[in-house]
């Protein structure tokens, strides 16, 4: 530490739960940074980062208690069971596996648990079938959090493992509730809250497109089941279970969804998903919902990395826009209740450590990226009748 103090003009060392900080004002003649630095930065244990893009103020981060082991056997458990459901999923939209469906409040616990027997009984080797949809999903939910936990080690930040939510396929067409990591250290800046809650949604999209061009070049146009009519304003659909699911349009799933199936024409019925574009679809909703700039959301982790306190007027513009689209589709009021749940009962971001340090412009374009991201994958109707 004190090589490196010599180095700096001021400076400033804090101590945020197992990380210390060293914030710090480079001295003119070791910016660059000059052999000496370098040869400090090549050796320093832990995360470091140019704060402006002059290469005058240096952030470095290093570990001053060994980290919490992971709970392995937690976050595997968790993530099979996730593949067994979501190969039940898979299964049922596949029409090889009906789900028994629940009646009543027990009937939940009832549902999940034949399920589940059934796993264990042997019918595992059926569920086996619907890997076309599990295998995509779930790549897809990996690579999301994968995206936030490698950077989150990029900088330093104490990180579980992702967490895997699952839901049995009695309750759910998808299997999964998704995904989540935590930070067990604050976040120091803006920067860094960008760049780590950025990252899952831009890993998660490129996946999410690669599996909806497979998967929209092997679906098909057919006349849609009853309840789904002509007169029904589904883009594309699904049969779960023997029910038949309307889908809406982002603008992405628009314009692949036209380029790609064979035999589309404009104007033409709605489009029968193939399970990997029925996965593609529900990767990229869940990119979209992600990226609602929100409290805790990744789009609110975002906004707030480029706009600090103001994200808080685009979040009340949001909640108000999310409202209105309520009254085409009610699940939107599910959604904001969960954003205030998740957020602690607002839809401003928190505070980082030093909210008033800019994210560096040779930065903001991971930002913009997110933007435009969710632009191309929000659904306004998500299920259409």
């Known amino acids: 530490m004190d090589e490196l103090l010599r180095l700096l003009e001021a400076w400033r060392i804090m101590r945020l739960g197992t990380r210390e900080v ?29 704060a402006d893009s002059a290469r005058r ?31 039940g999923a898979g299964a049922a939209l596949a029409g090889v596996w009906a789900p028994w469906q629940p009646s009543g409040f027990l009937g939940v616990f009832t549902g999940a648990a034949q399920f589940f027997v059934g796993v264990a009984r042997g019918e595992w080797r059926l569920l086996l079938q619907g890997w076309t949809f599990a295998v ?19 900088y330093a930040i104490d990180t579980s493992p992702p967490f895997f939510l699952p839901i049995p396929p009695t309750l759910s067409p998808i299997g999964s509730l998704g995904a989540f990591i935590r930070l067990r250290s604050p976040v120091l800046d803006r920067r860094q809250l960008l760049d780590v809650g950025a990252a899952g949604p831009l890993a998660g999209f490129a996946v999410a497109v690669a599996v909806l061009v497979w998967g929209y070049r092997v679906s098909a146009v057919t006349t849609p089941p009853l309840g789904l009519g002509a007169g029904s304003s589904a883009a594309s659909w699904v049969v779960f279970a023997g029910q038949p699911i309307g889908l809406g349009d982002s603008l992405l799933t628009h314009w692949l969804r036209r380029l790609l199936v064979p ?3 404009t104007g033409a019925m709605p489009v029968h998903l193939s399970l990997p574009a029925f996965a593609g679809w529900v990767g990229t909703f869940i990119t979209g919902l992600n990226l609602l700039p929100l409290s805790q959301l990744d789009g609110g982790h975002v906004l707030y990395g480029l706009l600090g306190r103001h994200q808080r007027l685009v979040a009340g513009a949001t909640v108000g826009a999310l409202l209105v689209l309520a009254g085409q589709s009610p699940t939107w009021l599910v959604w904001v209740a969960m954003t205030f749940l998740i957020g602690g009962g607002r839809w401003t971001h928190p505070s980082v450590v030093i909210p008033e340090r800019p994210v560096p412009p ?24």
Do not use: Q
């Open 57 to 87: 103020r240096l952030v470095l981060v290093h570990p001053t208690a060994e980290a919490r082991p992971p709970r392995w056997i937690l976050h595997s458990v968790l993530f099979a069971v996730t593949i067994v459901c979501s190969l």
């Open 22 to 50: 060293v914030d710090g004002l480079v001295a003119p003649e070791h910016r660059g940074p000059s052999p000496e630095l370098r040869d400090v930065l090549d050796r320093w244990k832990g995360g470091w980062y140019w």
């Open 136 to 154: 995509p999903l779930l790549g897809i939910l990996l690579v999301h959090e994968g995206g936030h936990y490698f950077a989150a080690r990029r």
């Open 362 to 385: 040779g930065r903001r374009w991971v930002g913009l990226a997110c933007v435009a991201v969710f632009l191309l994958t929000f659904v306004p109707v998500p299920f259409a009748r």
């Open 263 to 265: 035999g589309l024409r």
